[in-house]
């Protein structure tokens, strides 16, 4: 699963993914330049796009979770669930599983 990526790291994605060119040391400059010249337009379309990214991970990551959890109910192995109890279902919580 993709590690989550705020809409400015995002952006920095496309920036540089549309000019592959700039040098690592011009980047924050080129980036920043970039931006400013945006349009509301492009701004928009960026961030649905953005919406339609996490949206897609986020699906991907209840699935996971939901295949975790009916092979568990199942008889799958004690590390399944040790698996599914240390980790985050939900950004700033984690649930326990006996």
Do not use: H
Not at 10 to 31: I, S
Not at 49 to 75: H, P, T, Y
């Amino acid at each position: 699963m993709n590690k989550e990526i705020k809409f400015e790291e995002y952006l920095e994605e496309v920036c540089f993914e549309e000019n592959p060119l700039v040098l690592d040391d011009n980047r924050p400059d080129f980036f920043d330049n970039w931006i400013g010249g945006l349009f509301t337009d492009d701004l928009i379309r960026y961030g649905n796009e953005f919406g339609v990214m996490v949206e897609s991970q986020e699906k991907e990551r209840i699935w996971d979770l939901v295949g975790k959890i009916a092979c568990i109910e199942n008889g799958c192995e004690d590390t399944l669930k040790r698996e599914i109890a240390s980790s985050e279902i939900f950004p700033g919580t984690k649930k326990s599983i006996k």
